[in-house]
């Protein structure tokens, strides 16, 4: 059962949801509240060998940067093409963030009344990672977020910080093309009213927007 608080942030690349966690953490360590800060978005430890072995056979003349179009639409034919690896695939990462969930989330949460402040969560993960490379139908991403959220902690406070794809590429140097945002983005948008998210402009003054932030959350202690 949890006794702790959630507190997420999601968003595309570059909205600044890394800032506002640990922006959030600091305000309530001030406060005299409890809280650390989580990466929440699903990270390759286990999968990197397979990772690896698929760049080389799949993407070896592919650059995203360059032509993330192109890239794109290779990984997506590759998916279609070779149904049975792709679904291992995902099967195999979906496996490894549950472990990932159980260790940075379900265990902590259990454990102690303080409050973890999550830098990107399961949307992050089923959007970003899965349903644009994996051709995801609408009702399919609707399913696997609801799965996992009946499965691991559901936010207390769920933030969607959002803004134009331009904007947001700007900020971030390591985002391969516009269009990658552009196909999140409306993705993002669309799940993230289906949970409930409270929703921020991300394109306002960083001091506006921690103003926002700090009226949307209750600073809660241990």
């Known amino acids: 059962m949890k006794k702790g608080v959630l507190i997420c942030f999601v968003g595309i690349d570059g909205s600044g949801k890394t800032t506002l966690a640990k922006y959030l953490v600091d ?25 690896f072995v698929g760049k080389l056979l799949f993407f070896r003349r592919k650059d995203r940067f360059n032509d993330y179009s192109g890239f794109a639409q290779t990984k997506k034919n590759a998916a279609a093409s070779h149904g049975g690896l792709s679904r291992l695939y995902q099967r195999l990462l979906l496996a490894e963030y549950y472990l990932q969930l159980v260790w940075r989330m379900s265990l902590p949460l259990a454990l102690s009344k303080r409050t973890i402040v999550s830098d ?33 902690p559901k936010p207390d406070i769920l933030v969607l910080i959002d ?53 949307l959350v209750e600073v809660r202690q241990p």
């Open 27 to 51: 305000e309530i360590q001030s406060r005299g509240g409890s809280a650390s800060y989580v990466y929440g978005r699903y990270q390759p430890f286990l999968l990197r060998p397979v990772i």
């Open 163 to 215: 803004l134009p794809e331009e904007i947001a590429m700007q900020r971030k140097t390591d985002t391969p093309s516009v269009d990658y945002l552009r196909e999140r983005r409306g993705l993002y948008l669309l799940e993230a009213k289906g949970v409930g998210a409270r929703i921020i402009d991300g394109s306002l003054p960083l001091d506006e927007i921690k103003r926002q932030v700090r009226q």
């Open 120 to 152: 990107r969560y399961i949307i992050d993960t089923v959007v970003t990672d899965l349903a644009v490379d994996f051709n995801y139908l609408p009702d399919e991403i609707h399913a696997l977020i609801r799965r996992l959220h009946a499965r691991f």
